[in-house]
């Protein structure tokens, strides 16, 4: 399988499905502002966005939905992974805590043929810092992680997360497509249907979304989203997802 891994691929590649080179790209400045159509920004008040790793704190701020940190892939660990066949791809499922993460992750990968070296290693740390932000973020010291290669259409219908707290954030190809508050019912209504309006995030962004679970919230609330349908276009994702292991979050620290 070929895999196809441009920062904005979607909104470039002329052989990505109709629905992809549509999505909108909504960029944080270094000012602060956030920058794309004047519609779509004012359905975005439950939205925050920027480039550093702080405004991700902002997702326990009441009413926002999601917190998205904007940032360029690490030449130190993306120009590795774009050279190896996604056959050889780091893939791992475990439960680790901040402090064991980079230990457990890398045990993975020497058990799964992943080329060791400075790149694999700066790639740990990269996962494992993400690790740290998210235990911290979700007040828990347990965290399940999925390190997934992607070639099919998995998660392609229109939802929210039933969990408290969840973080994406896409290596390699697509990134995850959200919409705004404005068209969730439609929608939801027509789970299987592309929407008029889409959103995207990019390869490296790093995005917490509030699910259905987090105190206090109810199930109509939260951002509503779907991975990209890749399924027959030779794209390969590389996508990382964090969950809390925990019962129910007893407290959140801003």
Not at 75 to 101: G, I, K
Not at 134 to 144: D, E, G, M, P
Request: proline content about 7%; some cysteine.
């Amino acid at each position: 399988m070929t895999s196809t891994h441009s920062k904005s691929a979607y909104t470039r590649a002329q052989f990505l499905p109709d629905l992809l080179k549509k999505c909108i790209v909504v960029r944080a400045q270094p000012d602060g502002a956030v920058m794309g159509a004047p519609d779509v920004l004012e359905s975005l008040s439950v939205v925050s966005i920027g480039h550093s790793a702080d405004v991700l704190r902002d997702i326990a701020r009441p009413g926002v939905e999601l917190a998205a940190w904007q940032r360029n892939p690490d030449p130190a660990w993306a120009q590795w992974l774009a050279a190896m066949p996604a056959a050889v791809w780091p893939v791992c499922r475990l439960e680790t805590t901040p402090d064991d993460a980079a230990r457990a992750l890398g045990a993975h990968f020497d058990a799964s043929g992943t080329p060791s070296g400075e790149s694999c290693d700066a790639f740990v740390a990269d996962i494992a810092g993400l690790v740290d932000k998210f235990a911290a973020l979700a007040a828990t010291r347990r965290v399940r992680l999925r390190l997934d290669v992607v070639t099919g259409d998995d998660c392609c219908r229109w939802h929210r997360d039933c969990v408290p707290l969840r973080l994406i954030c896409t290596y390699i190809g697509p990134g995850t497509l959200w919409i705004p508050p404005a068209l969730v019912a439609a929608a939801l209504a027509k789970p299987d249907d592309d929407a008029p309006q889409v959103l995207a995030l990019e390869a490296g962004d790093v995005a917490l979304f509030k699910g259905c679970g987090w105190p206090g919230q109810g199930h109509d609330v939260g951002v509503v989203h779907r991975s990209p349908r890749i399924a027959g276009t030779g794209i390969t994702r590389l996508v990382l997802v964090l969950d809390a292991v925990w019962p129910a979050i007893q407290k959140i620290r801003a």
